[in-house]
């Protein structure tokens, strides 16, 4: 069974940091490239960044690019988003998602070319 669990949300105040934590299982995490997605209440969810070993490569929104950073750990089968520098407009639900390639590779930052999602974790930064 495939399943995607994040962790790590919380509430913290502007400027701060937090890491998110997605374990996955139930498929070669090698294989699959791992978004993070987000979504705030009453908007579309948008994508904040994704990591692909097989290109080896890291991508970013452009809303976040400079202040988030995405890594893995194939050994334990997690990818992290470590945010820094937050803002109120970061506040949202955020997801990870994983995609076998997307195609082209720029579509990474749409919802449509992930086929497994968890459940998200909500991540609330006050003023």
């Known amino acids: 069974e495939v399943q995607l669990v994040e962790s790590g949300g919380g509430l913290v105040k502007a400027g701060g940091s937090l890491r998110l934590s997605c374990v996955v299982s139930g498929f070669s995490f090698a294989d699959y490239a791992i978004g993070w997605f987000r979504q705030a209440p009453g908007k579309a969810r948008e994508g904040v960044s994704c990591i692909s070993n097989r290109r080896n490569g890291t991508y970013y929104g452009a809303l976040v690019k400079g202040r988030f950073t995405i890594s893995s750990d194939t050994a334990k089968n997690t990818v992290y988003l470590q945010m820094n520098s937050l803002k109120p407009e970061d506040t949202g639900v955020y997801f990870c998602?994983?995609?076998?390639?997307?195609?082209?590779?720029?579509?990474?930052?749409?919802?449509?070319?992930?086929?497994?999602w968890g459940k998200g974790t909500l991540v609330t930064v006050s003023t």
């Open positions: 998602a994983a995609t076998p390639s997307p195609t082209p590779w720029a579509s990474w930052i749409y919802s449509r070319e992930y086929d497994y």
